[in-house]
């Protein structure tokens, strides 16, 4: 009887632990402005993304979607940059969120990667793009500061991969 106990004590306790699982509204509609680079189109990315190396499970659900928003910032920083006939489309938008306890719990890390084809003048290049931008969490914000960081580094992001961008834009454009 008394292993039994112990059994069933030592159970109930381990589904206590980690079976929290939170979702949080992530507004990031103030990243979307309308009409900027009809020629540049984002595709892919998850409608959810799960916030890793917490001690439970954090959901951050975006509105409107991650390309969306994505797709808006790098129209807004390429706009300078554009040449006649351009033509960007991108797809296989993958994103990740981590969170380090141990050297930096204040700080959460983005994973944002993108293959886009550029077409302009009648050549094209192909490029992988990739960035891991990282933004400060406030202490108390609880899980809603995941949800509050996410803008910054969906526009960190995009700002760092539009850079990258830039020098192919301008190979095929002197063509």
Sequence with gaps: MKRFLVIATAAALLSACGGQNVHEAAA??????PGTAPWLTVTGGADKLDVRGLDHKLTLEPSP????????QLGGQLAA?????LVVTCSGLTTSLRVDEDK???NVAM???VHCSLWAH?????HDYKTQPSASVAGGGGDQAYAQA???LLADGAEDIAAQMRGDIRKIGRR
Excluded: C, H, R
């Design 28 to 33: 990031i509609g103030d990243l979307v402005k």
């Design 65 to 72: 979607n991650l390309a969306t928003a994505v797709q808006s």
């Design 81 to 85: 940059s554009y040449v006649q006939d």
């Design 104 to 106: 930096s719990p204040g």
């Design 111 to 113: 994973e944002l990667g």
């Design 122 to 126: 009648g050549f094209e290049a192909e």
């Design 150 to 152: 996410l803008p910054k």
